[in-house]
């Protein structure tokens, strides 16, 4: 994916598709900090136990059951802005949705005996994010040949995490002299970059429609793409490997904000740390990740920065253990960053290139689902288990849950190595 070269020498910038993907990347990073780090710093200063605030990782099931509704947003017309196409009648009709759902969102006043209107309005962003990524997605793919498909892939995703730090560390500082609302109102205002994007994107062919009858439409959209994915070798163990590679970071992360706070770091000092050292460190591991792919290939940097970004956790409890320390603070987001943004490189490409061009929307609504299913199910756990644990434990127990992961891919390694010709079982 990383090793693939453009169609032509006009650089990236000249091209107007690349910025528009990095501009779609960042509209669909903003909605997800405002239901997970960024929503959970505001509930435990509302002084909602962390068992409570624990509970908030299942509000992002949308993000692990989107490909329930994929082949709907893949099929089905746009009912508005039929005019703009398939892909960009979609992102036309969800997007001013989620920028109004947003702005509620911050408007409610959560407590401890009223936070039943905040989680609600918290699940509807995260479902309309959700519905965003699976059309951005599809948009991505759709738009670029395959040889172009890994410089899109790049700015989609520099996008996408300097969204994450904007809508988290950034909307943190602004929330500290404006208030919550202010913080959620300036973030639903940044999704209109993606609303301009979209505007000013092309709409990609949509592929010819073959005379089908009904049940054939349903066949196509709903069985074939998961039958498709099933004629490989090994892809159970591929799926299981999908699901766990990000359990640890998960666990960890549900947790970090009331880490945080219990140990007396103020939002200015940690929008300070995150919002301008992290997002260098998490662009200086992309371009790492990108490198070690071109080394040693998807594969085996995948397993490398897999146990960088498991080790990476141990600094946590080098935190737990000091306190409240800046400096010792700045190590720990300098170093997670860094292992994150080279593992994430090295994921998205490997689920982008498990993925068949001809079901490709599905299939990669499916595997990036699968990739959060754990901070969605097991991660509302989190709380009780850093409760029960403290945090040290805790860490360390979230640095141990990446091991089987590792193990997999090793596993996976040995049976289908780099550059094996075909990954489909010849059954």
């Not at 746009?78 to 989620?98: D, K, M, N, T, Y």
């Not at 371009?287 to 995948?302: P, T």
């Amino acid at each position: 994916m990383f090793d693939t070269v453009p169609a032509t020498r006009t650089a990236w910038w000249r091209d107007r598709r690349y910025l528009v993907l990095l501009a779609l990347g960042f509209a669909s990073g903003i909605p997800l900090p405002l239901t997970a780090a960024t929503l959970r710093r505001w509930l435990s200063e509302e002084g909602l136990s962390v068992e409570v605030i624990g509970l908030t990782a299942s509000l992002g099931l949308a993000y692990t059951l989107k490909f329930l509704w994929a082949p709907a947003l893949d099929q089905v017309p746009p009912p508005l802005f039929r005019w703009l196409g398939r892909r960009r009648g979609w992102l036309a009709c969800i997007q001013p949705v989620l920028i109004a759902s947003i702005l509620a969102l911050g408007l409610t006043s959560p407590g401890p005996e009223s936070y039943a209107a905040t989680f609600a309005l918290a699940g509807l962003v995260a479902f309309l994010s959700a519905s965003q990524d699976v059309v951005v997605d599809a948009y991505r793919i759709d738009l670029l040949e395959e040889r172009e498909q890994g410089y899109g892939l790049a700015l989609y995703v520099w996008g996408y995490r300097g969204a994450l730090l904007a809508a988290g560390a950034g909307a943190l500082a602004v929330t500290e002299w404006g208030g919550w609302a202010l913080g959620y109102g300036i973030c639903a205002g940044l999704l209109g970059i993606g609303l301009l994007a979209v505007l000013l994107g092309s709409e990609p062919p949509s592929p010819e429609r073959l005379a089908m009858t009904p049940a054939e439409r349903v066949r196509a959209a709903l069985v074939d793409p998961f039958l498709d994915f099933m004629g490989r070798r090994h892809w159970l163990a591929i799926l299981l490997f999908v699901v766990l590679f990000k359990l640890g970071e998960a666990l960890a992360g549900v947790m970090t904000q009331p880490f945080y706070a219990a140990l007396g770091f103020t939002r200015l000092e940690l929008a300070a740390i995150n919002n301008v050292f992290g997002l260098l460190a998490i662009l200086a591991g992309a371009l790492a990740g990108g490198w070690l792919i071109r080394r040693l290939g998807i594969a085996r940097a995948l397993v490398l920065t897999g146990f960088g970004q498991m080790l990476s956790n141990l600094m946590y409890v080098a935190v737990a253990q000091s306190g409240h320390d800046i400096p010792l603070l700045w190590a720990q987001v300098g170093i997670e960053n860094f292992t994150d943004g080279m593992a994430d490189s090295a994921f998205l490409a490997y689920l982008s290139g498990l993925t068949n061009r001809a079901f490709s929307a599905t299939q990669y609504a499916l595997l990036s689902s699968l990739a959060a299913f754990a901070s969605r199910t097991i991660g509302s756990a989190s709380g009780y288990l850093a409760g029960w644990m403290g945090w040290t434990g805790f860490f360390l127990m979230t640095t141990l849950a990446a091991l089987p992961a590792m193990a997999i891919m090793l596993w996976l390694l040995r049976r289908l190595p780099p550059g094996t010709a075909s990954v489909r079982s010849t059954a």
